[in-house]
């Protein structure tokens, strides 16, 4: 197969891109060693991958605990009225964000799904009592659109950002 045949770029991204979840802070030298292609070519490849927005970002993965906060995911199903513009702005903008810096919570993620539930938050908050005000601002602010929330703590990644929680033992003693 041509070296730059449709079929063997996306080979090449694919395995770019899985070596970049495994480790986004690996330089182009290892990057390259381990897809088994130049330094080059995955320079132009994430570059072309970040202009066309297969990838958009890079992050670090956080021991929220070490931070003093706790990870937690909010399930909202909605009522099955349309949608009017306003609550659609509300989802799609980063109000939320906005309105719950100041309790010290961080939004991880936000998605519309589809399922039993119709949206997850996941967040991080200095507690419980915090936890509960995003769900409840939420609500407030979406009137007659969510019918349900559950709120979920998380109490131990096993594997987070596709990596594996190197803390193991800490989730043997916990079970």
């Keep these: 197969m041509p070296k730059s045949s449709r079929k063997q770029?996306?080979?090449?991204e694919k395995k770019i891109i899985a070596e970049l979840q495994k480790n986004s802070?690996?330089?182009?030298?290892?990057?390259?060693?381990?897809?088994?292609?130049?330094?080059?070519?995955?320079w132009r490849y994430i570059r072309r991958l970040e202009e066309d927005r297969s990838i958009w970002g890079y992050s670090a993965v956080v021991d929220e605990e070490k931070?003093?906060?706790?990870?937690?995911?909010?399930?909202?199903?909605r009522t099955m009225a349309p949608l009017n513009e306003k609550t659609?702005?509300?989802?799609?903008?980063?109000?939320?964000?906005?309105?719950?810096?100041?309790?010290?919570?961080?939004?991880?993620?936000?998605a519309y799904v589809h399922g039993e539930y119709d949206w997850i938050l996941t967040f991080t908050a200095p507690d419980i009592k915090q936890a509960?005000?995003?769900?409840?601002?939420?609500?407030?602010?979406?009137?007659?659109?969510?019918?349900?929330?559950?709120?979920?703590?998380?109490?131990?990644?096993?594997?987070?950002?596709?990596?594996?929680?190197?803390?193991?033992?800490k989730l043997k003693e916990f079970l």
């Design 9 to 12: 770029i996306n080979l090449d």
């Design 25 to 42: 802070h690996a330089n182009l030298d290892t990057l390259a060693k381990q897809c088994g292609c130049s330094r080059q070519k995955i």
């Design 67 to 77: 931070q003093g906060l706790k990870h937690y995911m909010l399930l909202m199903k």
């Design 88 to 110: 659609i702005d509300n989802i799609t903008s980063r109000r939320i964000e906005e309105m719950v810096s100041g309790l010290g919570i961080t939004v991880e993620s936000s």
């Design 132 to 169: 509960k005000k995003i769900g409840e601002m939420l609500v407030h602010l979406n009137p007659g659109v969510i019918v349900q929330t559950i709120l979920l703590e998380t109490l131990f990644f096993v594997k987070k950002h596709h990596i594996l929680n190197p803390d193991a033992k």
